[in-house]
């Protein structure tokens, strides 16, 4: 255990509010009693208030109210810290070894009433990860440490057209997770532009001795949300389609990862949707279909007209 370990995990005990001897200390931590005195008194000499009591039922004690100090965590914040760590896991993220590290430590450095607080909040919490995706943790973790040392990566990357990979060259300006899956937003050397990638399609990925500059300021979630909602760049073209039906179909669709943000207005037993018409043509009818009859398009008519049209061309592929 290095030496700042050392002294945190006797700061950590002594914040048990119950007085310890240095000879406790030591069989604890299994060193010296020489070291415990030394770190001790380095302790003190840093500011911290140790309370040193002699005699027979002496030893050593935390002065009252300085647990409230940033540097140690209540029973609720251990507990939201693991929370979030068992989050950040099954999203895939890439420090996983650090992150098991500091729970650990989260552990380690509790006193036994803290830890019996912590594994009661713990049980019967559990997050499922998604079965069959990919892990893109080796990607990310690539990706992370080219955004802070400012070097450009090379990718291959699945675009999905004609079945062949393409080769990108990137300059990665951040990453984000949206929707269950990690992009990353940088810019495209090939396009000449800032682009998105999402991180489960890209098979194979390289560092390169290329450097760049991230733009001031730059907010990948921002270029994200206007990237995928269009209707920030074009308001002219939008065009209100509302739908009535049951409250809880409604809320659904309200919810929904792309009609969410283009709620116009909603009442109980109707919404209307602010959209682009080539969007309401084209993949809105899809997002529908999944609601049978319990919702139903009021307006546009031409909208009507375009959930009959996508429902024939389905009948007629699965007729032939």
Not at 60 to 89: G, K, N
Not at 204 to 231: C, G, K, Q, V
Not at 304 to 317: A, G, P, S
């Amino acid at each position: 255990m290095s030496k700042i370990d050392s002294m945190l995990a006797i700061l950590w005990m002594l914040n048990s509010g119950r007085k310890m001897t240095a000879q406790q200390i030591s069989e604890r931590l299994e060193m010296n009693i020489r070291t415990v005195y030394r770190y001790i008194d380095t302790l003190s000499a840093s500011g911290v208030p140790i309370i040193s009591d002699a005699g027979h039922h002496g030893g050593y004690t935390l002065l009252h109210r300085f647990i409230e100090s940033p540097l140690l965590f209540h029973v609720d914040e251990q507990a939201a810290l693991l929370h979030a760590a068992d989050f950040a896991e099954q999203a895939g993220y890439y420090g996983g070894k650090a992150l098991d590290r500091a729970a650990a430590k989260l552990k380690q450095y509790s006193n036994p009433e803290q830890i019996t607080m912590i594994n009661q909040r713990l049980e019967g919490f559990e997050v499922i990860q998604t079965a069959g995706r990919p892990r893109v943790e080796p990607a990310l973790d690539l990706l992370a440490q080219s955004i802070v040392s400012k070097n450009a990566v090379l990718i291959e990357y699945d675009t999905r057209l004609q079945g062949k990979p393409r080769q990108r060259m990137l300059d990665p300006y951040g990453i984000l997770y949206w929707n269950h899956n990690w992009y990353v937003i940088g810019y495209c050397h090939f396009r000449e532009e800032i682009r998105s990638f999402r991180v489960d399609r890209i098979l194979n990925w390289t560092a390169t001795e290329h450097t760049f500059d991230r733009p001031p300021s730059f907010s990948a979630a921002d270029f994200f949300m206007n990237h995928i909602l269009s209707s920030a760049e074009h308001p002219q073209s939008l065009k209100l389609l509302t739908l009535t039906g049951q409250a809880s179909s409604l809320d659904h669709l309200c919810q929904h990862w792309f009609l969410g943000h283009h709620v116009k207005d909603r009442s109980p037993d109707t919404v209307t949707f602010e959209l682009q018409e080539t969007d309401m043509h084209n993949a809105v009818p899809y997002l529908f279909f999944p609601y049978g009859t319990s919702i139903q398009v009021v307006e546009p008519e031409r909208m009507k007209q375009r959930m009959l049209e996508v429902l024939q061309e389905m009948m007629n592929h699965y007729q032939a």
